[in-house]
């Protein structure tokens, strides 16, 4: 009896010490061997990936907007947010502030750039509304917060995007977006929207909404409306094409973005 | 069999009441829908007829989560037509009444779906003209 029980001992330390070894093991040998075929594919290998920045793939579309034309003509703003308006049948509810629906918009510069300090403005900045709207960031937030993948971001163009079909008006994205670039549909929107624009269609009561970049005219080949309507305030492209038109202003003006300290990463960027 | 005499009528009332949509229109499901052909003559669609009839839902799906997903906004070319991905910009292009079309069939099958709530149709286009 007492030999079976020491037996028995043995045999469970040994494979209690085995099972609480082996995973340890393994995970020494096969990391090395890992590493050692990872490394090639890596090119500069897992140093370059921990330091310094990512390098950038695939298409990012962003806008630069060119504070100091908009300063001297302001009606391009007006002219930029009618045809925004006009193309995406967004509702007019009059300065209704609750009901408000905002692709593109204006705002001052202490409400747009909020970290930016503020104690003695230039004139210039004291005097012009600056264009807001989505900054369709890198790293959005907003797509974060959708429980229904409602609002995504496209890989293709880093563009973020909706699907109004799926959206079920929770407004977690509204509430996660630090950039209030999302509005909800309290109502119908169609009696307070003037025009239709037939080949785009409305919103619904009860979805979020905000700009898409002009996805609609992108495919067609056209700028989105209101870098057309702007005349030059407003380059448009893709920032990782070192060539693009936009990457040659990003290279030669300095820009800022909107609360770049939240590491979010607009695509929208502001020359003052 | 115990309770012969209340199972079976009970069974005949409740096969009866369970049948009573069938029955009750004298076995007549009444007129089948008859929707409004395009009125500019068109006589080929995206798919054939019978297809279409059978999962046109699941096509208009598929364009959605192409446009709206993946980007795919090119343009379908059968029989040497190009149509836009899209109910407003595709479908309602040659069927253009909502009333006259789509709700005869959605209408008789009971099914109520929400396009129209965001997709404008060439009706509501018109009228909104006439009212501005």
Same mark, same amino acid.
């Given at each position: 009896?007492?030999?079976?029980?020491?037996?028995?001992?043995?045999?469970?330390?040994?494979?209690?010490?085995?099972?609480?070894?082996?995973?340890?093991?393994?995970?020494?040998?096969?990391?090395?061997?890992?590493?050692?075929?990872?490394?090639?594919?890596?090119?500069?290998?897992a140093a370059a990936k921990d330091h310094g920045p990512e390098v950038p793939a695939g298409i990012r579309l962003a806008m630069v907007i060119d504070m100091r034309v908009i300063a001297a003509k302001p009606h391009l703003l007006d002219?930029?947010?009618?045809?925004?308006?006009?193309?995406?049948?967004?509702?007019?509810?009059?300065?209704?502030?609750?009901?408000?629906?905002?692709?593109?918009?204006?705002?001052?510069?202490?409400?747009?750039?909020?970290?930016?300090?503020?104690?003695?403005?230039?004139?210039?900045?004291?005097?012009?509304?600056?264009?807001?709207?989505?900054?369709?960031?890198?790293?959005?937030?907003?797509?974060?917060?959708?429980?229904?993948?409602?609002?995504?971001?496209?890989?293709?163009?880093?563009?973020?995007?909706?699907?109004?079909?799926?959206?079920?008006?929770?407004?977690?994205?509204?509430?996660?977006?630090?950039?209030?670039?999302?509005?909800?549909?309290?109502?119908?929107?169609?009696?307070?929207?003037?025009?239709?624009?037939?080949?785009?269609?409305?919103?619904?009561?009860?979805?979020?909404?905000?700009?898409?970049?002009?996805?609609?005219?992108?495919?067609?080949?056209?700028?989105?409306?209101?870098?057309?309507?702007?005349?030059?305030?407003?380059?448009?492209?893709?920032?990782?094409?070192?060539?693009?038109?936009?990457?040659?202003?990003?290279?030669?003006?300095?820009?800022?973005?909107?609360?770049?300290?939240?590491?979010?990463?607009?695509?929208?960027?502001?020359?003052? | 069999?115990?309770?012969k005499k209340t199972i079976i009528p009970g069974l005949i009332i409740f096969v009866l009441f369970v049948t009573f949509p069938v029955w009750f229109n004298g076995l007549d499901a009444g007129p089948v829908p008859k929707p409004e052909?395009?009125? =500019? /003559?068109?006589?080929?669609?995206?798919?054939?007829?019978? @297809?279409? $009839?059978?999962?046109?839902?699941?096509?208009?799906? !598929?364009?959605?989560?192409?446009?709206?997903?993946? =980007? /795919?906004?090119?343009?379908?070319?059968?029989?040497?037509? @190009?149509? $836009?991905?899209?109910?407003?910009?595709?479908?309602? !292009?040659?069927?253009?009444?909502?009333?006259?079309?789509?709700?005869?069939?959605?209408?008789?099958?009971?099914?109520?779906?929400?396009?129209?709530?965001?997709?404008?149709?060439?009706?509501?286009?018109?009228?909104?003209?006439?009212?501005?």
């Amino acid at each position: 009896m007492d030999n079976q029980r020491r037996k028995f001992l043995k045999i469970a330390g040994a494979s209690a010490l085995a099972g609480i070894g082996a995973p340890t093991l393994v995970k020494l040998t096969a990391g090395d061997a890992l590493a050692a075929a990872k490394a090639p594919a890596d090119g500069h290998g897992a140093a370059a990936k921990d330091h310094g920045p990512e390098v950038p793939a695939g298409i990012r579309l962003a806008m630069v907007i060119d504070m100091r034309v908009i300063a001297a003509k302001p009606h391009l703003l007006d002219k930029a947010i009618t045809a925004c308006n006009e193309v995406h049948n967004i509702p007019d509810f009059g300065g209704d502030r609750k009901n408000e629906i905002k692709w593109l918009w204006k705002a001052s510069f202490e409400a747009v750039l909020t970290d930016k300090s503020y104690t003695r403005l230039s004139k210039m900045v004291q005097n012009t509304d600056f264009p807001v709207l989505c900054n369709h960031c890198e790293n959005p937030p907003c797509v974060r917060a959708c429980p229904t993948k409602a609002t995504f971001k496209l890989e293709k163009n880093g563009i973020v995007a909706m699907d109004y079909h799926r959206c079920i008006g929770c407004r977690f994205c509204m509430a996660a977006c630090p950039y209030g670039a999302r509005s909800f549909n309290w109502q119908d929107p169609r009696p307070f929207v003037k025009k239709y624009n037939n080949d785009f269609p409305t919103r619904m009561r009860g979805v979020v909404e905000k700009c898409n970049f002009c996805s609609e005219r992108l495919a067609l080949g056209q700028e989105p409306a209101c870098v057309e309507a702007c005349e030059g305030a407003i380059t448009f492209g893709d920032i990782n094409d070192p060539h693009s038109e936009i990457s040659k202003v990003l290279d030669k003006e300095f820009t800022i973005q909107r609360k770049p300290t939240l590491g979010t990463n607009p695509s929208v960027f502001y020359i003052v | 069999m115990y309770n012969k005499k209340t199972i079976i009528p009970g069974l005949i009332i409740f096969v009866l009441f369970v049948t009573f949509p069938v029955w009750f229109n004298g076995l007549d499901a009444g007129p089948v829908p008859k929707p409004e052909m395009p009125q =500019g /003559g068109q006589k080929e669609c995206v798919l054939p007829a019978d @297809e279409m $009839r059978a999962s046109h839902m699941q096509l208009l799906n !598929e364009w959605r989560d192409d446009v709206l997903r993946d =980007g /795919g906004r090119d343009v379908v070319t059968v029989a040497g037509k @190009e149509y $836009r991905k899209g109910l407003q910009m595709a479908c309602m !292009e040659c069927h253009t009444s909502q009333e006259k079309f789509c709700d005869t069939c959605h209408i008789y099958a009971s099914v109520k779906p929400y396009c129209w709530d965001c997709h404008i149709t060439p009706e509501a286009a018109t009228k909104k003209k006439e009212t501005r």
